[in-house]
């Protein structure tokens, strides 16, 4: 065994692995810097900072003057489950597209709450149909809201949101959107796919650290919002209106989180925003494909379905080798890799995503391939 002791873990800058995971992400030196100070909520450069971050937000998804964030403190389910159940009233009826664990989450939260639903679901590696779609919307007249995951982070896979929208549209339902693991890497504008809201979060593709979830929301939907939440936190109506009278959050920011926000976004404007951070997310999307391939896993998702987000692998279908071990083999080389859940096929992921290019994307292939040494599984390049 001594004959592979691996060589020196990949050396990163804070000597911590990186992450090849769909969140928390490795993120920049700078933005992990930016909170090494203490802010009261009070201060008027943090709440000069926090609105400068909303409005950058909402540009991001070319929302303009109809839209507006309202920040979430938490993760990213609470700005998913705030914009459920403060945006659909408690007569509402919403259809949830489920194609993976974020879209059941959704039904889930919709149950809690009382909100009825009507549920289309396709297998996980198979996109919603939009035919069927209509077909429901033709048939049930009563439903409300359309409900829509943009990249189901369970497979990978890029759901169809302006077609989904433009059906939202044309039988005049509100669209909610849960745009978390691809807002900031794939284009979304708010207006053109006809959405009420979307919702995502500061740790994903922005590349800020986590704790802070937002929802970008029409501001006549959420106007007309008031008294449907079913809880007080989760409340985005209160929150909005506190911003507007006091400029502050109701209950105690995560200052830090928020202050690292600001940086993650100023570096994600020197990257060229949307189409710089998505173009670099795509190239280490290409590598692992084309790496990962060559050492013979198979990838769930055909190229038009698979987002440049995360990636899921089939476990090689070879005796040797031995997930567990492979895992802790990647970790110990520097790479933290996040094992599949889906119920289509045993699996695994690796994400594209957070502040790795292609020295980080080319140092987990060779690993890869260092750990098949290991267990003696012969990497036979995958037939497509
Ligand atoms: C990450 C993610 C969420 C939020 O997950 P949290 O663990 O609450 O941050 C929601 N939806 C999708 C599609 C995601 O990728």
Not at 34 to 63: P, Y
Not at 281 to 293: A, H, Q, V
Not at 308 to 335: A, C, N, S, W
Request: aromatic content about 8%; some cysteine.
């Amino acid at each position: 065994m001594s004959h592979f002791k691996p060589a020196a873990p990949f050396e990163t800058e804070t000597g911590d692995p990186i992450l090849l995971t769909p969140g928390p992400l490795t993120t920049s030196r700078s933005v992990k810097a930016a909170m090494l100070h203490d802010w009261g909520s009070r201060d008027a450069n943090f709440v000069a900072t926090n609105k400068a971050v909303l409005a950058q937000l909402c540009e991001i998804a070319n929302g303009g003057e109809d839209f507006v964030t309202v920040p979430m403190q938490g993760s990213g389910t609470f700005a998913v489950e705030a914009m459920l159940t403060s945006l659909v009233p408690r007569k509402g009826k919403v259809l949830v597209l489920v194609n993976g664990a974020y879209g059941l989450r959704a039904k889930r939260i919709l149950d809690i709450a009382a909100r009825k639903t009507v549920v289309h679901q396709t297998a996980e590696d198979a996109p919603p149909d939009l035919k069927k779609i209509e077909a429901i919307l033709k048939r049930t007249p009563s439903i409300t809201h359309i409900f829509a995951v943009h990249c189901e982070t369970t497979s990978g896979i890029l759901n169809p949101v302006e077609e989904i929208g433009a059906l939202a549209a044309k039988y005049g339902k509100g669209y909610l959107i849960d745009s978390m693991s691809a807002f900031g890497a794939l284009p979304l504008d708010a207006r053109a796919v006809h959405a009420d809201a979307v919702a995502a979060s500061s740790n994903k593709c922005i590349e800020g650290v986590p704790g802070l979830g937002f929802v970008i929301c029409r501001r006549d939907v959420l106007a007309a919002s008031q008294g449907n939440a079913t809880t007080l936190v989760l409340d985005l109506h209160d929150q909005w209106s506190n911003f507007g009278k006091t400029g502050q959050y109701r209950f105690t920011p995560p200052t830090h989180v928020i202050v690292a926000l600001h940086q993650a976004l100023r570096e994600f404007a020197a990257e060229g925003g949307v189409s710089g951070r998505g173009g670099r997310y795509r190239e280490n999307c290409r590598i692992l494909l084309d790496g990962m391939t060559a050492l013979g896993f198979r990838p769930l998702l055909p190229e038009a379905l698979q987002a440049p987000i995360i990636v899921t692998f089939h476990m090689l279908d070879d005796p040797r080798f031995d997930f567990q071990r492979f895992y802790d083999g990647l970790k110990e080389r520097g790479f933290v890799i996040y094992p599949g859940k889906l119920t289509v096929a045993d699996s695994f992921r690796m994400g594209c995503i957070g502040r790795i290019g292609e020295r980080e994307m080319r140092g987990a292939l060779d690993a890869v391939r260092e750990m098949l040494e290991v267990m003696g599984v012969e990497a036979v390049p995958a037939q497509a």
